[in-house]
């Protein structure tokens, strides 16, 4: 091989070590923006997806639940309760208008479930009520509050548990909102107070990572 040959071999290498560098700067560029654009909007992804417990509930038509086989699709849980009197009707009339303004193509992959701190209130017929009042296509779940503890404290969305012997007692809980992926893991969460019209432009990238 002569001077020549070599000389032009090293500059491609060369070419295409920068020429690589810069995509991969790029890439990497383009999915910390992607992440910076998450975080702002509140949506808060775990480094290492969780599973969820196996525990049984009742949806708002009577149906059981195993709350592990939750797949399919990017599920938003909200632990509330009906007779919550500003957090839950706050929260879901903001989670109607977000999918008010989401694609079909979105919205086929996303789903919000409510599932009820109040399961002593909160029956099947109280439920679809309730959620009807929002968005026909909201989900309602209410188990047992051992098994609603268990999940709520797996997620990291803990609750105080309501001493119910007392008339019109209320139930403390967060407004945060935990995410499932369609594996039925899951994958971080949804800090309140929410942004809408944040997680109008940033949910439908969140749908698109599986």
Not at 43 to 52: C, F
Not at 162 to 189: C, E, M, W
Request: proline residues 6%.
């Amino acid at each position: 091989m002569t001077r020549t040959q070599k000389t032009i071999l090293i500059l491609f290498a060369l070419t295409a070590l920068i020429l690589g560098l810069t995509v991969t700067k790029a890439l990497n560029g383009r999915g910390e923006a992607d992440s910076a654009g998450l975080t702002e909007a509140g949506i808060i992804l775990l480094a290492q997806s969780r599973s969820v417990p196996a525990v049984s509930m009742t949806d708002q038509n009577g149906q059981p639940v195993q709350l592990d086989q939750l797949k399919g699709k990017w599920s938003l849980l909200f632990f509330g309760y009906t007779y919550c009197p500003d957090i839950c009707p706050t929260t879901l009339a903001q989670l109607r208008q977000v999918k008010s303004e989401l694609s079909k193509g979105t919205l086929d992959h996303l789903e919000v479930v409510l599932v009820s701190v109040d399961p002593a209130r909160d029956t099947p017929q109280q439920l679809k009520q309730y959620l009807a009042y929002f968005d026909k296509d909201f989900v309602g779940l209410a188990g047992s509050i051992e098994d609603t503890q268990t999940l709520a404290h797996a997620l990291s969305i803990p609750f105080i548990p309501a001493d119910t012997r007392k008339p019109g007692y209320t139930v403390d809980h967060s407004g945060n909102l935990a995410i499932v992926g369609p594996d039925g893991r899951q994958r971080g969460f949804i800090r309140a107070p929410f942004d809408t019209q944040k997680l109008v432009a940033q949910l439908p990238k969140l749908v698109k990572r599986d």
